[in-house]
Structure formats: C-alpha cells, structure tokens
C-alpha cells in the first residue's frame, strides 16, 4: 500500500438542508479494498457519485489517483469504474451488445467482451436482449461492464446485492483477485460478513459522517466483549471473562479434569459493531 | 468534446430509437397525414388561365381557325364542330362557353365583301374565357376579310387581392403545401418528441450516469442531436418519395431540413431535460407542437399583424417560406438570408440555453 490511489479532505455533499456528506475525511492505499458501510441513507453512494466525478462536492476535496476531481475529472475517467446501484444497462441490446457499446467508449479491445462474459458466466445468455435477463444475471453483466477498461480504481456500489450465494462468493473471490493484482477497491455493502471477509479497512458512516475507520478485526477486538463461552461435559455453559484471574484459574481446573466439550469465543461480529455504531439493525 | 465517442453513442441511439414504438408513432403520424393530404386535396397548384370551350358549325371553320391562333395561350380554349341545332344545345346545356354559327361559308363571303351573318352564342353569366373568345371574335373577321388590325392586343390574365396575396398556394398547390406542412411536423414530432425521449430515457434509466463516466454531456447531446438530423433526413426523404414530389432546388430544400432541425432539437433536448421520464414527456409532449406547427402552416397565407409577426419570428415560420422556396424553385418568399438567419439565431439561443442548463444542473447534482 505504497501512495493513496483515493484521498478525501473534508468533503461535503448538501442538498438544500439534507447534509448527505457531512465532512468525511479517509484516503485508500493502492491495491487496498476500503468498505463503506452505514445504514440507509448515511451518503454512501453520494460518496461514491463525488468522488467518480457524477455529482460536484459543497465543499472539502477529494483526489483520485493524485488528481482533483473536481478540476481534473478527464484525467480521472480512464482510470476508473463503477458498479452501479441501480441496474443501469441498455434493456433492449443483448448483453454483448452493452460491452461492446461500452468497450468502443472506453477504447478497450473487441476481444475483451468475451473475455469478460466468461468471466461472469453470461457466454451463453449473450445473445438476449437485457431485458430477458434476471436480476443476478443483470448484476454480473453490471460487474463485467465495470471491468472493461481495467480500472485501476473499482467502485463498487452494493455489489453482491441480488446475487444467489454461490455467485456472491465468486464475485467476493473476483473482488480479492483484482486487489492482489493491485487493483484499488472501494465498495459499499450491507452485508457484514462479506465487508469483513473482503475489506481491508472499512469506515462507518452514519448521517454523512464517520464513526469509525479501522480494520474489521480492531474494530471487532475493540467492541467485542472479551470473554468466552465454555460449554462442559455436563451440557452446563459457563461464561468466563478473558481478562479475570479469577476465571483464569476455573478454566485451568476444568482443562486439567477433561471438562471441556467446546469453548466458544464472544469476539464481536462486525454487525454488532454495526448496530452499536449506527444505533439501528440493518 | 471526443468526436469518436461522440459517434459511438450517436451510432448506437440509431440503432436503439427505432426499436421505442414511442419513437415509430412520433414518425408516423407526420408521415401519415402527408400522405392523407397528398392524396385527397385538390391537386394543381392554381392555374390562372382562363378556359373556354367554343363548339362552331361547319361554316364557319375559317373563324374558329382564325380564333385559335389570335388567342394564343391568353385563353385555354377547345374547338368542337357540331351542326347549327347542336351547337345551341351545347351552349344550353353548359357544355360550351361560346357557340358560333355562320350562315354562309364565311371565308368566300368575307372575302368577296358580302356582309355574312355570324351569329354568336354566349351562356348568360359565362366566364371570363367565353367573354375573352367573344371579344376577339371581331378581331379574327377583320384579319380573314383582309383589313389589318389597328393594334396587336395581349391579354394577360392579372390575379386579384393585392401583389403576391396566398403565391404560395397558387405555386405549389394546396396539397403540395401541405405535404410541406407535414414536413415541418415531422421535423417538429422528431426534435421536440423523439431527440428528448431518447435523452429521457437515458436520464429515467440512469444509463447516463454509466456514459458520463467515461463520456462527456456535450458528447451525449451531440450524438442525440445527430440522431435527430438523421432521422428527419431519412423519414422527410420518404415523405417526398411516397408523395413523389420533388424541390426543384434540393440543395436549398435540404439546407432548410436540416437546420430547421437543428434549430430545434436545441429546444426539444432543453425541454426533454425538465422532464424526469420519458413517458411524462409523451403525454406533454403534444402542446410544444402547437407553436412548432402554426407557424408553418400559416407561413403560407401571409397573415398580416401578430400572426405575420409569429411566422417571421419563428424557425418553422421562415423554414416553410425556405421549404416554399425550395419545392418551388421560385422564389415566392424573398429575403432568404433574412430566413436562414432567424434559423440560424434559433439554433444558437437553443443550444447555448441547453449548456447553460446542464452546467447548471451538473453543480446541483
Ligand atoms: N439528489 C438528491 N437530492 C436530495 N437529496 C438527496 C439526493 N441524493 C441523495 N440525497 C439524500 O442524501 C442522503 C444520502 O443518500 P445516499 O444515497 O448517499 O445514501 P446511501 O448511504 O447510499 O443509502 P442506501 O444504503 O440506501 O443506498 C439521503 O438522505 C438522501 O435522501
Ligand atoms: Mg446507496
């Protein structure tokens, strides 16, 4: 994680009196994969729109590979893609008809429109018009679309939503592919386990600002309760503190008699974290 | 501005409007009510020359022949020899507008200085053609009886109400100039309905959004305002083939398409904009027609007042003059330069209006 592919100074996004971006400050290493996470309409995607250059900040500034985006959006658009929110393809072309729409715009080779159906399974659906498609079918050609000018920097707004299990995971895998390849990755999700299983840092926000920003694993460590479950041979659970002496010495006793069927760590999940933080479940 | 990505978006809404049925109606309405016009309104432009049908009996052949040639083409005039009886009937009945009978052979009487009786036949309120035969009946006697005639007469047929009152209608025709009419519809259905659904639906659809990450708006509105162009180019060109009419100056004619289109489009793509979908556009769509095609169809009628005012201060106003002009190969409306300049005027104030407001809007995103 050399220099900040994604620097974020104070930045504002209001409209009128809703402040969607309430002076957010983060920066993303290359090669990184940054989440954002908050409940519903905590400025994520408004986040994201700023900063892919779609909507003009109220005031802070924000960087994409050492370039404002603001005043030097050209220089930026090449560099990037998104995955939309919203399932934004052209209904009545064929699947391979929008890449290779697309991949004339970006300049990209013909060839990469095969590479990238393969890629998300949709080979044999390519002929039809989008709008036979599925909604998971829409999202891997959604997540191909973004992959065809090689971005250097992938925003990925909500991007395993509508996606069965299976395909979430190959996504997820897909997702932590391009970040070894040095790819700079910064997705929004509302699923905790995947945030945490991908993300190298991730950042709260809650009504435009942020809450927290570290590690899944810190910010599980931090808020997590520090004490384990210990379940014995009778079926009896006993709950020890990781930090009592006291508790140190049953747990010794009961290791020693062969009590112990399980013991079940209390770290936090990042949804506790979330719930904490955000005041509200998902 | 990218020219390539320009044409890369332009090629593919041409190949993505024809397959919006919102988008194959818009085109052919216009096309259908030119064609309704063409075949059911009274075809030849107005001819001016009189017409008269003169029916003469046998003996007095020499007259008719006489007539004929002292006429020349001041009279539409046809010749029928019928005996004494039937002439007269034949005037009777309406069938013809002038009947001359003779008692004698006239040429040997005129010529041996008899003083042969010509008897002639004129319907009571006959037109304008039987009087103008009738009176140069006496004329033709004298020039067969060997006297010169004092003066040579040219009749001219001279139209009433003022210089060039209505010269379009009287040029093309009523139903030419409404094929004309059309065509400025169709150029109006395509610039402030087609152009903006496209960009409607691309707004509506949020694909937008996907081609500004790369593309730019200026781009997006070129290669829709190219879509526009081509699409009246295409659709205009089979009106005038179903219609087989076709502008005696072409260049002046596709001129006029053309940047009538551009002055539009400019608008329709600023209107379409306040839209946030397409189909709010379809329903509201129809009332910015009205001022488009008014002017148009008035333009022909020369209207004096506000209405003149209306037509020489609007791009579809003096785009029909143009379009009068071109179909015609006269010109009927002058100040041409006065026309292509308004358009011209339109064409800016519609697209600088247009980048101001997606400068605008671009800060509130
Ligand atoms: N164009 C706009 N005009 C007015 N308010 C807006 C606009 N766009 C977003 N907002 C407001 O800004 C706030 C943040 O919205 P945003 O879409 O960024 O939320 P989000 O975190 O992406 O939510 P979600 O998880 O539901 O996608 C919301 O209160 C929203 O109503
Ligand atoms: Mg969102």
């Given at each position: 994680?050399?220099?900040?592919?994604?620097?974020?100074?104070?930045?504002?996004?209001?409209?009128?009196?809703?402040?969607?971006?309430?002076?957010?400050?983060?920066?993303?290493?290359?090669?990184?994969?940054?989440?954002?996470?908050?409940?519903?309409?905590?400025?994520?995607?408004?986040?994201?729109?700023?900063?892919?250059?779609?909507?003009?900040?109220?005031?802070?500034?924000?960087?994409?590979?050492?370039?404002?985006?603001?005043?030097?959006?050209?220089?930026?658009?090449?560099?990037?893609?998104?995955?939309?929110?919203?399932?934004?393809?052209?209904?009545?072309?064929?699947?391979?008809?929008?890449?290779?729409?697309?991949?004339?715009?970006?300049?990209?080779?013909?060839?990469?429109?095969?590479?990238?159906?393969?890629?998300?399974?949709?080979?044999?659906?390519?002929?039809?018009?989008?709008?036979?498609?599925?909604?998971?079918?829409?999202?891997?050609?959604?997540?191909?679309?973004?992959?065809?000018?090689?971005?250097?920097?992938?925003?990925?707004?909500?991007?395993?939503?509508?996606?069965?299990?299976?395909?979430?995971?190959?996504?997820?895998?897909?997702?932590?592919?391009?970040?070894?390849?040095?790819?700079?990755?910064?997705?929004?999700?509302?699923?905790?386990?995947?945030?945490?299983?991908?993300?190298?840092?991730?950042?709260?926000?809650?009504?435009?600002?942020?809450?927290?920003?570290?590690?899944?694993?810190?910010?599980?460590?931090?808020?997590g309760e520090r004490a384990a479950t210990v379940i014995l041979r009778s079926r009896e659970e006993k709950t020890i503190r990781?930090?009592?002496?006291?508790?140190?010495?049953?747990?010794?006793?009961?290791?020693?008699?062969?009590?112990?069927?399980?013991?079940?760590?209390?770290?936090?999940?990042?949804?506790?974290?979330?719930?904490?933080?955000?005041?509200?479940?998902? | 501005?990218?020219?390539?990505?320009?044409?890369?978006?332009?090629?593919?809404?041409?190949?993505?409007?024809?397959?919006?049925?919102?988008?194959?109606?818009?085109?052919?309405?216009?096309?259908?009510?030119?064609?309704?016009?063409?075949?059911?309104?009274?075809?030849?432009?107005?001819?001016?020359?009189?017409?008269?049908?003169?029916?003469?009996?046998?003996?007095?052949?020499?007259?008719?022949?006489?007539?004929?040639?002292?006429?020349?083409?001041?009279?539409?005039?046809?010749?029928?020899?019928?005996?004494?009886?039937?002439?007269?009937?034949?005037?009777?009945?309406?069938?013809?507008?002038?009947?001359?009978?003779?008692?004698?052979?006239?040429?040997?009487?005129?010529?041996?200085?008899?003083?042969?009786?010509?008897?002639?036949?004129?319907?009571?309120?006959?037109?304008?053609?039987?009087?103008?035969?009738?009176?140069?009946?006496?004329?033709?006697?004298?020039?067969?009886?060997?006297?010169?005639?004092?003066?040579?007469?040219?009749?001219?047929?001279?139209?009433?109400?003022?210089?060039?009152?209505?010269?379009?209608?009287?040029?093309?025709?009523?139903?030419?100039?409404?094929?004309?009419?059309?065509?400025?519809?169709?150029?109006?259905?395509?610039?402030?309905?087609?152009?903006?659904?496209?960009?409607?639906?691309?707004?509506?659809?949020?694909?937008?959004?996907?081609?500004?990450?790369?593309?730019?708006?200026?781009?997006?509105?070129?290669?829709?305002?190219?879509?526009?162009?081509?699409?009246?180019?295409?659709?205009?060109?089979?009106?005038?083939?179903?219609?087989?009419?076709?502008?005696?100056?072409?260049?002046?004619?596709?001129?006029?398409?053309?940047?009538?289109?551009?002055?539009?489009?400019?608008?329709?793509?600023?209107?379409?904009?306040?839209?946030?979908?397409?189909?709010?556009?379809?329903?509201?769509?129809?009332?910015?027609?009205?001022?488009?095609?008014?002017?148009?169809?008035?333009?022909?009628?020369?209207?004096?007042?506000?209405?003149?005012?209306?037509?020489?201060?609007?791009?579809?106003?003096?785009?029909?003059?143009?379009?009068?002009?071109?179909?015609?190969?006269?010109?009927?409306?002058?100040?041409?330069?006065?026309?292509?300049?308004?358009?011209?005027?339109?064409?800016?104030?519609?697209?600088?209006?247009?980048?101001?407001?997606?400068?605008?809007?671009?800060?509130?995103?």
């Amino acid at each position: 994680m050399s220099r900040a592919m994604v620097e974020v100074e104070g930045l504002r996004k209001h409209y009128g009196p809703v402040r969607a971006v309430d002076g957010i400050s983060f920066s993303v290493g290359a090669g990184e994969v940054f989440g954002l996470l908050g409940h519903n309409g905590a400025g994520k995607s408004t986040t994201i729109r700023m900063l892919t250059g779609r909507s003009r900040p109220t005031g802070g500034s924000a960087r994409i590979a050492g370039h404002d985006v603001v005043s030097e959006p050209e220089e930026i658009k090449p560099l990037i893609n998104l995955v939309f929110e919203d399932q934004n393809l052209y209904e009545r072309f064929s699947g391979r008809d929008n890449l290779a729409f697309f991949a004339r715009l970006y300049e990209a080779p013909a060839s990469r429109v095969d590479e990238l159906l393969e890629l998300v399974g949709l080979t044999g659906a390519a002929g039809r018009k989008v709008k036979t498609y599925s909604t998971g079918m829409k999202q891997r050609l959604l997540i191909a679309r973004a992959l065809i000018n090689r971005p250097r920097i992938l925003f990925l707004d909500e991007p395993t939503r509508g996606l069965d299990p299976t395909s979430a995971r190959e996504l997820r895998n897909l997702i932590a592919d391009l970040s070894r390849r040095g790819t700079t990755v910064l997705l929004t999700t509302h699923y905790m386990e995947e945030a945490d299983e991908l993300c190298d840092r991730v950042a709260f926000l809650s009504a435009g600002r942020i809450v927290a920003l570290d590690t899944p694993r810190e910010l599980k460590l931090k808020r997590g309760e520090r004490a384990a479950t210990v379940i014995l041979r009778s079926r009896e659970e006993k709950t020890i503190r990781l930090d009592d002496p006291a508790d140190a010495t049953r747990l010794q006793g009961w290791m020693v008699k062969g009590d112990i069927v399980a013991i079940h760590s209390r770290e936090g999940t990042l949804e506790d974290v979330f719930v904490e933080l955000a005041g509200r479940p998902l | 501005m990218n020219l390539r990505r320009m044409l890369t978006i332009f090629y593919k809404d041409a190949r993505d409007a024809i397959r919006d049925g919102r988008v194959l109606v818009a085109i052919a309405v216009p096309l259908a009510i030119g064609l309704f016009y063409n075949a059911t309104a009274d075809g030849d432009p107005e001819d001016l020359t009189p017409t008269a049908d003169v029916a003469y009996t046998a003996q007095s052949a020499a007259l008719a022949e006489a007539l004929r040639e002292s006429l020349g083409g001041a009279v539409d005039a046809g010749f029928k020899e019928a005996g004494a009886g039937e002439v007269r009937a034949l005037v009777e009945q309406g069938e013809a507008d002038v009947g001359i009978i003779a008692a004698d052979d006239l040429l040997p009487a005129l010529e041996g200085g008899g003083r042969p009786e010509v008897r002639v036949l004129l319907p009571e309120g006959g037109g304008a053609g039987g009087e103008l035969v009738a009176s140069a009946i006496d004329p033709a006697l004298r020039a067969l009886a060997g006297q010169p005639a004092p003066a040579a007469v040219q009749v001219e047929p001279v139209p009433v109400g003022g210089e060039d009152s209505a010269d379009a209608l009287a040029v093309l025709g009523f139903d030419t100039y409404m094929v004309l009419a059309s065509v400025v519809f169709l150029v109006g259905m395509i610039a402030v309905f087609v152009v903006p659904i496209l960009l409607a639906e691309e707004t509506e659809k949020k694909t937008l959004d996907a081609l500004v990450m790369i593309s730019s708006y200026p781009e997006v509105i070129g290669a829709k305002t190219l879509v526009g162009v081509l699409y009246t180019v295409i659709s205009v060109t089979l009106l005038l083939g179903m219609t087989q009419l076709r502008p005696e100056n072409l260049p002046l004619f596709a001129g006029t398409v053309v940047l009538m289109s551009l002055a539009l489009v400019g608008f329709g793509l600023l209107f379409g904009g306040f839209f946030r979908n397409a189909n709010q556009l379809n329903t509201w769509g129809g009332f910015l027609l009205i001022p488009v095609v008014a002017p148009a169809l008035a333009a022909g009628f020369e209207p004096a007042g506000w209405m003149g005012a209306l037509v020489a201060a609007t791009p579809t106003g003096q785009g029909m003059r143009l379009a009068v002009n071109g179909m015609s190969g006269e010109e009927v409306f002058s100040d041409p330069a006065l026309s292509f300049l308004v358009m011209a005027a339109w064409c800016a104030a519609g697209f600088g209006a247009l980048l101001l407001n997606l400068r605008y809007r671009q800060g509130r995103s």
